[in-house]
């Protein structure tokens, strides 16, 4: 696969990040590579995105929220402050000693945000349901942009009910571009 859907990051760099994310209880969902992939250079931004597994989020989400102290969000769900800075201190303390992370390359850990990306065999499937905008390169190689529900994700295609229309589009994902949840505030 071609498309911006499939790029993957360095192969031992999510190996050791998706172990360090997973051993703090929170996946790796995603990174962002600095010069886009490959070997990481110097400089440039590392960036983590951690979420949790599907399950304990539909727990959280069903559980009453707990009460708060004053100043303080209350949790449903989600990734907090807490999980990011946990993670990016092991991804540092590991850095220490391996050099996970190129001199002069900055590390940023957060949420993937309730509009994240789509790139991901995982994430296409772990999307069905929801309301995504994808931009894709059609049979006449012209670029479409379309909004409505993914309906299911097999890994080579994913089909869409077409807000407005009601529709079903199949998609081949290589032809994808960019995807993305696109919550509906």
Not at 99 to 115: A, K, R
Not at 138 to 153: H, I, K, N, Q, Y
């Amino acid at each position: 696969m071609t498309s911006a859907v499939s790029q993957s990051p360095d192969r031992s760099v999510w190996d050791e990040i998706s172990r360090i994310a997973a051993e703090e209880g929170v996946l790796l969902f995603d990174m962002d590579l600095p010069g886009g992939g490959g070997d990481l250079p110097s400089g440039g931004v590392l960036r983590v995105y951690i979420t949790r597994p599907k399950a304990a989020n539909s727990a959280a989400m069903a559980a009453p929220v707990e009460p708060v102290e004053e100043g303080q969000v209350p949790q449903r769900g989600g990734v907090s402050f807490e999980d990011c800075t946990r993670v990016a201190k092991r991804i540092l303390d590991v850095d220490e000693t391996t050099g996970l992370i190129p001199d002069g390359c900055l590390l940023e850990v957060s949420s993937p945000g309730v509009n994240r990306r789509l790139r991901r065999e995982e994430h296409f499937a772990g999307a069905v349901g929801e309301r995504v905008r994808v931009k894709f390169r059609d049979p006449t190689g012209s670029f479409r942009v379309v909004t409505g529900c993914l309906m299911e994700a097999n890994g080579s295609q994913v089909k869409l009910e077409v807000e407005g229309h009601g529709e079903e589009l199949p998609i081949d994902v290589a032809s994808i571009k960019e995807a993305r949840v696109d919550f509906k505030f």
